[in-house]
C-alpha cells in the first residue's frame, strides 16, 4: 500500500531475500491513460487531477534505486547480478535489406571497438609484467577470424604472428566455435597462436580441443592453452565494460582482457563421501608462452555443484580462500566476535564431504580476485 497504492499479492514480502528487493516506484504517465482515465470530469482541480493520475497511473519500478535498510550491517559490497544465456537465439521476423545492414553495421563496431581496446591493453594474467602487447593489430577478413596481429617481443625474441577470434556480444563461446576458428587459422597463413576473446565460455569448450590432440604428451595441461594441432589456442575473457559502447572511452585498459589459469583439483573418494580440495592454480605467462603453478593465494572463492546436470550450476557448496584476512575484516564489519570453528568450515581449501551425486558429475566453479571464473566438470 505504502508503494504503489495497490495490496501486493502472495503474503508478506518481509525479510525474505527470496522475494528480491522493494524498489522505489513512480507512476508511468502517458497521453492515453490521461484520455481513458473515467474519473477525469469537467470541473476538477489541478491537485484533484494529478491525484487521479497517479492513482490509475502504471507504477514504474527504479531498479537502480532499491530501499535501504539503515538499521542492518551490510557485510557485503554492492554488487550486481549479470547473465549471458548459452542459448542460441534464433531471428522470427525476416529483416529487410535496411534492417540486415544496420546490424551489420552495429556487428562491425562492437568488433572494431573490442580490436581497438585490445590493441591498446593487451592480454593479461592478473601480474603487472606479464601482459602480451601488441605491435600491430589489424583486421583480417575470416569468417571467425577476426584480426591478424603481431606480439611486441624482446630483443632476444621473435615475433609471434596472432589470429584474433572474437566472441558475440551477446551469448558464450561453444566448442564449435573454437574448431571452426582453430581450423581457419591453420589454413596455412602462418598464424603461431590463436586468442579467443569471449565474455563467457561454455563449460565444454576448452575439453574441445582435446578433439584435436594427437598425442597427450605433446600439449600443456592448462586450460587456456590446448593445441590444435600445431596451433596453440589461448582462451582469453573480456570485461563485461566492454559490452557497452558508451562506456569504452570511460574504461580503464587494466584487466579488460584476462587469461584465467586451471585450477589444479583433487578428488578423493571417503567413508562419509567425496571430498573435493583446490591445491593452486596454474597460471599462463603470455609474454613466455610458459605455464608456472602458484598457491590458492590468488583464490578469492570456489563453489561446488555436487549434482551437475550439465546445464545449470547450482551452488551447493562454498568456499573463501586467499590472503587479505577476509576473517578479521568481516569482524571488523560486524562489530562483533563470529564463531571462529564455523568461519574455518567456509575459509578451507578442502570441502565438507557430500554423497556421490546422482548424475554421476559435480561441477567447480573457481573465482580470483579480479572476478575472472572458470568452471570445470569432473566424473565421480
Not at 534505486?65 to 554488487?79: L, N, T
Not at 584480426?147 to 558475440?168: E, L, N, Y
Not at 580441443?209 to 594427437?214: H, I, N, W
Request: glycine share 8%; proline share 5%; charged share 30%.
Amino acid at each position: 500500500m505504502e508503494l504503489t497504492g495497490q495490496l501486493i499479492s502472495g503474503g508478506s514480502h518481509i525479510g525474505d531475500i527470496r522475494k528480491g528487493f522493494i524498489y522505489k516506484r513512480v507512476p508511468r504517465v502517458t497521453l492515453g491513460a490521461i484520455a481513458n482515465n473515467p474519473e477525469i470530469v469537467e470541473g476538477m482541480s489541478r491537485e484533484q487531477i494529478d491525484a487521479v493520475i497517479s492513482r490509475h497511473a502504471e507504477q514504474e519500478p527504479l531498479y537502480d534505486q532499491p530501499y535501504e535498510d539503515k538499521k542492518k550491517i551490510r557485510v557485503a559490497g554492492p554488487f550486481t547480478v549479470e547473465s549471458l544465456a548459452p542459448h542460441k537465439t534464433i531471428a522470427t521476423t525476416v529483416q529487410t535489406r535496411t534492417e540486415q545492414a544496420a546490424t551489420e553495421a552495429d556487428a562491425s563496431s562492437f568488433e572494431q571497438s573490442i580490436l581497438d581496446n585490445l590493441a591498446k591493453a593487451g592480454v593479461q594474467n592478473g601480474r603487472k609484467n606479464e601482459r602480451l602487447e601488441f605491435e600491430s593489430l589489424t583486421p583480417f577478413a575470416g569468417e571467425l577470424i577476426n584480426a591478424d596481429g603481431i606480439q611486441q617481443a624482446s630483443k632476444d625474441d621473435t615475433p609471434r604472428r596472432i589470429a584474433v577470434s572474437i566472441g558475440p556480444q551477446y551469448g558464450t563461446v561453444d566448442p564449435e566455435w573454437i574448431r571452426r576458428a582453430a581450423r581457419e587459422a591453420l589454413k596455412g597463413l602462418g598464424f603461431d597462436l590463436l586468442i579467443v576473446c569471449a565474455f563467457a565460455f561454455d563449460p565444454q569448450a576448452v575439453k574441445t580441443t582435446e578433439e584435436f590432440k594427437p598425442n597427450a604428451e605433446d600439449f600443456a595441461s592448462v586450460q587456456e592453452e590446448r593445441k590444435l594441432g600445431k596451433l596453440p589456442v589461448l582462451l582469453v575473457r573480456m570485461n563485461s565494460d566492454l559490452v557497452m559502447a558508451d562506456v569504452l572511452k570511460k574504461t580503464n585498459t587494466g584487466n579488460l582482457f584476462m587469461v584465467f589459469g586451471e585450477p589444479d583439483i583433487a578428488i578423493e573418494h571417503t567413508d562419509e563421501g567425496v571430498v573435493v580440495e583446490v591445491r593452486g592454480i596454474d597460471v599462463y605467462d603470455p609474454t613466455r608462452g610458459e605455464i608456472r603453478s602458484s598457491g590458492t593465494n590468488e583464490v578469492a572463492l570456489w563453489m561446488i555443484d555436487t549434482d551437475y546436470d550439465g546445464e545449470s550450476f547450482f551452488v551447493r557448496h562454498c568456499y573463501f580462500t586467499g590472503g587479505q584476512k577476509p576473517y578479521e575484516r568481516l569482524k571488523k564489519a560486524l562489530k562483533a566476535d563470529i564463531d571462529e570453528a564455523a568461519w574455518e568450515q567456509l575459509y578451507t581449501t578442502r570441502s565438507q564431504p557430500f554423497r556421490t551425486p546422482d548424475s554421476g558429475k559435480i561441477a567447480v566453479k573457481v573465482i580470483n580476485h579480479y572476478g575472472d571464473e572458470v568452471l570445470q566438470v569432473y566424473d565421480v
